[in-house]
């Protein structure tokens, strides 16, 4: 071998030296005659990055095929979107959508709909506070835009409630909470599940009159679709409850969140079932209640004791959040460390997409709607 210089580089009181080897032999020439080299290389180099151009692509589906041949957090969502697809598709699975965080204010009402009506999934679980949103606009009124940097003291005088740069009347969640106080005027001594609840509210919205826009809860009671809501109780439904139990001691009306559990038990279990699918937007208390049933069926059927077989946790996971593993919080926890606590089955087909999720679940949907028409499965 020898030595070409290329120069110095000073560092404190030392000087280092860099040097390049030019060997007799290229490295490339080295490496063609290494046959176990070059097949070990041929393992990771056989599938090119592609390079899309716009003005080849013609519609959404076509979009995010492309992204998931691209690198980076386009091939996450063009590879959720296919798993996505692939769980839609798959014969006797249940398909689970769990929301947190805020996105009927940030835009995604619309989207969770379509989920719905398209019958793209089985089964809601989501917050209190999404069910209270979805309510705003299921009265005819809106979100509306506003920024980051706004005067927070200015629109906490104002009534105006913001989340980042959504704001909302607050007086349109008091229009919230008359339609909930008359709701509760009917009941007595009721013992109800939530997806019970949110069944009479979303009929009380339409026996009224009062449903003028467009509704997840609407949309859901049309299509036989539960929703389970284990956050109820920190929502404006909560503080509706508490209000009416507090003012009523004996007329009030439990919500029966333990039940809840068993609910969804039996939707699991059920053997119609040949699979599992789940699609995660945020995580938080949704994404853990969802996936803590496999636990919850072992430990009814077991107790403590230790069973070689385990329970068949979910076939499919796809997850949008912008929150990292490395904080240990279960929003940004890996969908492979839930196989861990037997949540999802070994074999199980996972994408993770770190994304918001108002641009990740559009074009998702999108595709999942235009790949499925294009089936004739619309």
Not at 234 to 246: P, Q, V, W
Request: aromatic share 8%; hydrophobic share 40%.
């Amino acid at each position: 071998m020898t030595s070409l210089h290329i120069g110095r580089a000073k560092d404190g009181a030392s000087t280092r030296v860099f040097d390049v080897f030019v060997g007799a032999a290229s490295s490339c020439e080295f490496l063609r005659g290494d046959r176990y080299l070059k097949k070990k290389r041929e393992d990771y180099l056989h599938s090119p990055v592609a390079q899309p151009s716009v003005r080849k692509l013609k519609g959404i589906g076509d979009y995010i095929n492309a992204f998931s041949n691209m690198s980076f957090q386009a091939r996450a969502l063009g590879e959720g979107a296919k798993i996505l697809l692939e769980m839609v598709k798959a014969p006797n699975c249940l398909k689970t959508l769990t929301i947190a965080g805020a996105p009927v204010p940030g835009g995604l009402q619309g989207v969770i709909c379509d989920l719905i009506e398209l019958k793209f999934i089985d089964v809601v679980i989501t917050t209190g506070s999404q069910i209270a949103h979805d309510m705003v606009e299921a009265m005819g009124f809106s979100h509306h835009k506003g920024h980051q940097t706004m005067n927070d003291i200015e629109l906490r005088d104002m009534r105006i409630d913001r989340m980042y740069d959504s704001l909302l009347d607050e007086t349109k969640l008091n229009e919230v909470d008359l339609l909930l106080s008359e709701l509760w005027e009917q009941e007595e001594n009721e013992t109800l599940t939530t997806p019970e609840l949110c069944k009479r509210i979303a009929a009380y919205i339409i026996e009224k009159g009062l449903f003028k826009g467009q509704s997840f809860l609407v949309s859901a009671l049309k299509n036989g679709t539960p929703i389970f809501s284990p956050t109820i109780h920190d929502s404006e439904i909560g503080i509706s409850l508490t209000t009416f139990n507090k003012t009523n001691p004996k007329r009030r009306i439990v919500v029966d969140l333990l039940r809840d559990n068993e609910k969804y038990i039996e939707m699991f279990s059920d053997r119609k079932y040949k699979k599992r699918g789940i699609l995660i937007l945020g995580g938080g208390v949704p994404r853990n209640w969802a996936q803590q049933v496999t636990p919850m069926i072992e430990f009814i059927k077991h107790g403590i004791q230790i069973k070689e077989e385990r329970e068949i946790g979910y076939n499919y996971g796809i997850l949008i959040t912008t929150d990292q593993p490395q904080f240990g919080g279960l929003s940004g926890s890996t969908l492979d460390e839930a196989i861990s606590w037997n949540k999802y089955a070994p074999e199980a087909k996972f994408a993770t997409v770190h994304c918001d999720m108002t641009i990740a679940l559009p074009l998702m949907v999108g595709a999942l709607k235009e790949w499925m028409s294009s089936r004739g499965n619309s």
